[in-house]
């Protein structure tokens, strides 16, 4: 499926949207060249499940872990994985132990990056920029 975006506002909008649907233990894989709003998309999310906080994408710390009061997701865990120079780089700070948890929603940047440690259960969301607009595939 597709959604057209033409504005941070509507992309945010959407994935806070998309949020509702998620349930815990699931993986969202982002992609899309930089700058075609995998961050946006990500804080729409985190507005979804109610998570105030201001999130900026952790491109030097790799993976952040937010806590979330809605239903069964306890955890939002956001990687971005632009930096990896491996998969050992995530599997060194933990990452993969949230990957199967069913308190926990794993929202990873760049994952095409690190396809190969990814259950094959993940779902991609990928972003593109045509012209004046963001093609969200999903």
Do not use: C
């Not at 899309?32 to 998570?51: D, E, P, R, S």
């Not at 997701?73 to 599997?91: C, E, G, Q």
């Not at 690190?114 to 779902?123: C, D, E, F, V, Y």
């Amino acid at each position: 499926m597709k959604f057209f975006s033409t504005s941070e506002k509507q992309t945010s909008n959407f994935a806070k949207k998309f949020s509702k649907k998620l349930t815990g233990g699931q993986i969202i894989g982002l992609t899309g060249n930089l700058g075609a709003g995998k961050t946006v998309f990500t804080k729409g999310l985190t507005l979804g499940l109610g998570i105030k906080k201001n999130i900026a994408s952790p491109t030097f710390v790799l993976m952040k872990v937010y806590p979330v009061n809605k239903h069964q997701i306890k955890f939002l865990v956001h990687i971005d994985a632009y930096r990896i120079k491996s998969t050992d780089d995530l599997i060194a700070i933990g990452a993969e132990e949230y990957f199967n948890r069913s308190d926990s929603l794993v929202v990873i940047e760049w994952a095409d990056k690190i396809k190969t440690i990814l259950p094959k259960k993940a779902k991609f969301v990928n972003i593109t920029i045509d012209k004046a607009s963001r093609i969200i595939n999903y």
